[in-house]
């Protein structure tokens, strides 16, 4: 398989524990995007990595959130003492740099939801 | 600050006919994707537009931008059931020296009906 993996597809958790997600992307795609999507809602921009380096933090990812790539391949998303308010579909896409465009290829996504 | 619009936000349509979806964004970006999402899945890639003027088809989709109006059209032409879905709009800024992220429109369901 060639895409775009997410592990899981789905996690139910408790308000107040940690919750961790797992992207791989397509192998020879450089560039990882993490996106959150609440119902009735485009995704929305949390982080992206190019290799192992996070250029670019949005203002959603608070202090609870984190995103690793150690090593430029697989990446992690870590959020710490969940509330009910992220609650929502996570999403990881990947491109590959020096095309003419950044076309992003997506996963299947993780569905959290937080009791 | 980037803004992406759609509109329609909701769109029945019946199988057969015509219909256009609009995507208007706020700042200068050359570059404008169309996305798919069936309920409960993840975004299907449609189409990449990168210039003034552009216009791509498949199937019953065509897709065209117009940079100078802040502009992408998505038309659909004799709409069938497996067309029904969400459509996104997104644009990015890299171009300009921005951001790599993609930002997205709240996207347009689309109900075609026997």
């Known amino acids: ?115 | 600050e980037l803004k992406v619009e759609q509109n329609p936000l909701f769109l029945s349509m019946q199988e057969g006919k015509n219909y256009t979806i609009y995507c208007n964004y706020s700042t200068t970006s050359d570059r404008l994707y169309w996305y798919r999402q069936d309920p409960g899945k993840s975004l299907e890639s449609l189409f990449v537009l990168l210039s003034n003027g552009a216009v791509k088809q498949e199937g019953r989709l065509m897709a065209s931008l117009d940079t100078k109006a802040r502009l992408s059209t998505l038309h659909i032409t004799a709409a069938v059931h497996d067309l029904s879905a969400t459509y996104f709009c997104a644009v990015d800024k890299s171009l300009q020296g921005g951001s790599e992220k993609l930002v997205f429109g709240k996207g347009t369901k689309l109900t075609v009906n026997p």
Not at chain 1, 34 to 62: C, D, H, I
Not at chain 1, 75 to 88: H, K, M, P, W, Y
């Open chain 1, 1 to 115: 398989d060639t895409g775009v993996s997410q592990d899981p597809r789905h996690k139910i958790t408790k308000r107040g524990q940690n919750v961790t997600f797992r992207c791989d992307p397509i192998s020879e795609h450089n560039r990882l995007y993490w996106y959150r999507q609440t119902l009735g809602q485009g995704p929305e921009f949390l982080t992206y990595f190019q290799n192992e380096a996070q250029l670019e933090k949005s203002r959603l990812l608070s202090d609870r959130f984190s995103a690793e790539r150690p090593k430029g391949s697989f990446s992690t998303l870590e959020i710490q003492r969940t509330e009910q308010g992220d609650s929502a579909m996570y999403l990881c896409a990947s491109s590959v740099q020096g095309e003419s465009y950044n076309e992003q290829f997506f996963g299947p996504g993780t569905r959290l939801t937080v009791l």
